[in-house]
T-cell receptor
């Protein structure tokens, strides 16, 4: 099993550009989530999904879109990047019963 | 609303000393789950423990132990005989009942440095 994979590992964007952060898991987990990690603020939930076709907002959803067309994939879209979105992004998946498995993270810089 | 407080921003101890990381939480739910994650310098998040609100038994895993006290809303983490490999940022987290663990509220983390 590859676990949770995220691409790219690093990305630099200019303000106003759009991009999609990819997240995939091969553990057949129903639950997937996106978090952002900023210095001194821990991890904050952006969006989450409890199954294919079902998504909902977390604590900091503004500026981000998600969709879940398959169990395996949960992409995070930035429609118009802003410097405030400079962060490290983590995708996670789980069964809803025990631990969440986190991906290695994507470090995004918006200039 | 849920909240997790890790008041210790940074801790440094000499190798082989014991160290306790504090975690205080707030929730209105009677059923909830508490977690600890480790983030080493390489950046990944490593799961350490999950505890539900009905299980107040302390847990020990090797040099790690956890003290859960509902009366003080605390879930503290102790490392015994610390080692340099324990140097990392440690996060405490909370999830609501009914949401499994896909909605985690994290504390701001405690950076632990073990001095050789």
């Amino acid at each position: 099993n590859a676990g949770v994979t995220q691409t790219p590992k690093f990305q630099v964007l200019k303000t106003g550009q759009s991009m999609t952060l990819q997240c995939a898991q091969d553990m057949n987990h129903e639950y997937m989530s996106w978090y952002r990690q900023d210095p001194g603020m821990g991890l904050r939930l952006i969006h989450y999904s409890v199954g294919a076709g079902i998504t909902d907002q977390g604590e900091v959803p503004n500026g981000y879109n998600v969709s879940r067309s398959t169990t395996e994939d949960f992409p995070l879209r930035l429609l118009s990047a802003a410097p405030s979105q400079t962060s490290v992004y983590f995708c996670a998946s789980g069964t809803g019963v025990n631990e969440q498995f986190f991906g290695p993270g994507t470090r995004l810089t918006v200039l | 609303a849920q909240k997790v407080t890790q008041a210790q921003t940074e801790i440094s101890v000499v190798e082989k000393e014991d160290v306790t990381l504090d975690c205080v939480y707030e929730t209105r739910d009677t059923t909830y789950y508490l977690f600890w994650y480790k983030q080493p310098p390489s950046g990944e998040l490593v799961f350490l423990i999950r505890r539900n609100s009905f299980d107040e038994q302390n847990e020990i895993s090797g040099r790690y132990s956890w003290n859960f006290q509902k009366s003080t809303s605390s879930f503290n983490f102790t490392i015994t005989a610390s080692q340099v490999v324990d140097s990392a940022v440690y996060f405490c987290a909370l999830s609501e009942a009914g949401f499994g663990n896909e909605k985690l509220t994290f504390g701001t983390g405690t950076r632990l440095t073990i001095i050789p």
